[in-house]
């Protein structure tokens, strides 16, 4: 009967031992590609996971400490595992794709004290044929109430020596903004925060990206380098205690994620995150509607000479509104004019004062005017707000928005991630939506996926983007091209799209007002492809764009998709990416800072013969990168695409099923 048991287990993909000799056991990917194993000695509780027979991380030991407990790490015992397969099948408003099925098997792993209080805990393990994921859960318990966790010491022993593409970072006070570094393991800087999530490439192309998600009343998890292994690091409670995590029992941490494949383009058409995420919490999500936004703030409120009085007022947002009504954009996002926000605010430098009020406009402002006046054209109207201004009038704020007709806003200035700023992100998005609210956050930290359980949460910046090019010379190409393997796997990600004044290096200056652009314009408009973002901006002013080449892409991509798929892709070097919104195939392609000619495989996407309208790179687009060429291929089947792209080039491409051509 024993060994009967041990074979039915692995059939199921999980090997355990009989109960009384219970100290090890596996679980495999429903493809059985992936492999995680699990062992207990007298001094630890050690995991490992490899990929078609390659080793990727070795025996990590796993520790949890809590004030004024001992360390959760020794002298433990495994109780009988239990294992299932489950399958998620759910939609998603915003994402990769519309409808997600996933199948994965799952492993839960009870651990128990040998020794007063005798401590329980649960690991609970997911195998998925693109990754894994795990999560500590304490259970509700008798000899152990509440917890008060001072870390959490997750280890990853890397095998080898993997190239590792990460975000460090100086402390755990951070916007997420900043340039990667790209590393070999044994160069990486030791004891320096590490933002997730962070790509290993190893060699033989095999790939892992480290990242969590469901972070809901939890602190954000960062990594280290000790030694040889990374090493989990939690986000500190701002009082100084030493603790991260406060909570009564039961309670779980996030999922910690680790993103697998030989082929990088699957990590990035992954959805693990979302399926790790509870279901919508919203009965009715009709309200919640993605789109494009104007975001003046980036341009310098730029406004034509004969607008009568510019400012915050009801004529320069007139003047936008209907920018948005000709070209189909939306909504018009009300920021700030003269460096002074829409709200009343006795703050310096956008800080909220004493006294900020964002239900209180400046002088001259009529938000009802202004939300009545878009109402009529078909457009809605957003709000750029300080978080810090809000929350102390959140309930009074969200409610008098939704009395203006106010469809959402940009809440900025995070800039934590401990779990008392994860609630008051949570709080937001959860209020926000009683009040048909949608949330674009800003200065925050990486999306765990929570825009499946509260799918107003339309984008998330955290990252370093075209925003800085108002002050300082730093997003280049090559920044661009590490976002698709870093950051944006994580999620929607916020950019400040749409900068439509391209130069050569050698001719880029820093200047407040019409920034200019690294890149080509056709670069640019891959961007919107490239990257997910369920709110995407159109940042630059009207008269920069009506009449200008590729303005007529932004007006037809999506924000919203039905597929994702990634048709040929290279860290460091270049990224295609496909999305279907319906029956209609939108492609984005970007190169770095070395120009290229790829070969771009469309028999993945739709059977021939049809027509595609491409955006490419100009043949002169070096030294005028806003130069470019647009014309209709006729493809048959099986075809391929060679396209150049220029330095820091791109291309973009639309294959509607309105021209596929008839057999």
């Known amino acids: 009967m024993k060994k009967l048991l041990v074979i039915l287990g692995v059939l199921n993909g999980c090997a355990v031992l009989p109960a009384e000799a219970q100290k090890t056991a596996r679980l495999t990917s429903p493809d059985k590609n992936i492999v995680y194993d699990f062992r207990i000695t007298d001094t630890a509780a050690l995991w490992a996971v490899g990929y078609k027979g390659r080793p990727l991380v070795s025996g990590s030991p796993l520790s949890l400490s809590f004030k004024d407990q001992r360390v959760f790490k020794e002298g433990l015992r495994l109780a009988a595992p239990s294992t299932r397969d489950g399958e998620d099948d759910y939609s998603l408003l915003t994402g990769k794709t519309s409808h997600v099925h996933d199948r994965y098997r799952e492993l839960v792993l009870p651990l128990e004290e040998k020794r007063a209080p005798y401590r329980k805990l649960r690991l609970v393990v997911r195998a998925f044929n693109d990754g894994l994921a795990f999560r500590y859960e304490f259970p509700q318990q008798t000899a152990w109430s509440s917890l008060e966790l001072t870390s959490e010491d997750t280890r990853f022993r890397l095998v080898g020596n993997p190239q590792v593409k990460a975000l460090l970072l100086p402390n755990f006070t951070s916007s997420h903004e900043g340039e ?83 082929r990088v383009g699957t990590l990035v058409e992954s959805n693990i995150i979302t399926d790790l995420n509870e279901p919508c919490k919203i009965a009715d999500v009709s309200w919640i509607r993605p789109g494009k936004t104007t975001f003046p703030w980036w341009n310098g409120n730029v406004v034509p000479d004969t607008l009568n009085a510019p400012g915050n007022n009801f004529v320069t947002a007139q003047y936008y509104i209907d920018f948005c009504a000709r070209t189909g954009l939306q909504y018009h996002s ?160 916020d950019y400040h799209l749409g900068g439509f004044r391209a130069v050569p290096d050698s001719l880029f200056r820093v200047q407040y007002t019409r920034p200019l652009m690294l890149g080509t314009r056709c670069h640019m408009l891959a961007m919107y492809v490239v990257l997910e973002t369920n709110l995407a901006m159109v940042c630059d002013y009207p008269d920069a764009y009506e009449g200008q080449p590729g303005f007529e892409f932004l007006q037809q991509v999506p924000t919203t998709w039905d597929e994702t798929r990634v048709l040929s892709a290279e860290v460091d070097k270049y990224i295609v990416v496909a999305r279907r919104k319906g029956t209609d195939w939108f492609i984005g392609g970007i190169t770095g800072h070395e120009a290229r000619e790829l070969v771009v495989p ?62």
């Open 180 to 262: 990667y570094t790209t590393v070999s393991w044994d160069r990486l800087k030791p004891d320096t925060l590490m933002d997730m999530p962070a790509l290993f490439q190893y060699d033989g192309g095999v790939f892992l990206a480290v990242t969590e998600a469901a972070l809901v009343d939890y602190a954000g998890l960062y990594l280290v380098k000790q030694g040889r292994d990374l090493t989990g690091r939690l986000s500190p409670l701002p009082d100084g205690s030493g603790v991260c995590v406060k909570a009564s029992l039961p309670h779980h941490s996030p999922w910690r994620v680790l993103l697998i494949s030989d």
């Open 334 to 493: 009300v920021v700030e004019y003269g460096l002074h926000e829409w709200y009343v605010n006795d703050g310096a430098g956008f800080m909220p004062g004493p006294h900020a009020d964002p239900t209180r406009p400046v002088p001259g402002l009529n938000m009802q005017q202004i939300c009545d006046y878009a109402r009529q054209k078909g457009v809605g109207v957003r709000v750029w707000v300080h978080w810090a201004a809000l929350y102390p009038h959140l309930d009074s704020a969200f409610a008098q928005f939704e009395r203006w007709g106010i469809s959402g806003m940009m809440v900025d200035f995070m800039d934590r991630d401990d779990q008392q700023m994860v609630g008051i992100q949570t709080e937001i998005l959860e209020k926000a939506a009683l009040h048909h609210l949608h949330i674009q956050f800003h200065g925050a930290y990486k999306p765990t996926g929570l825009s499946r359980t509260w799918p107003n949460e339309l984008t998330r910046e955290g990252t370093l983007n075209y925003e800085v090019n108002k002050w300082d010379k730093r997003i280049t190409p090559d920044h661009d091209l590490n976002m698709p393997f870093t950051r944006g796997l994580a999620g929607a990600t």
């Open 602 to 663: 469309l028999g993945l996407l739709r059977k021939g013969p049809y027509d595609i309208t491409l955006w490419t790179d100009a043949p002169d687009a070096a030294g005028n990168p806003n130069h470019l060429e647009k014309q209709t291929w006729h493809v048959a089947e099986g075809d391929s695409l060679s396209i150049k792209l220029a330095q820091g080039g791109g291309f973009s491409g639309i294959m509607p099923a309105s021209l596929s051509i008839s057999h």
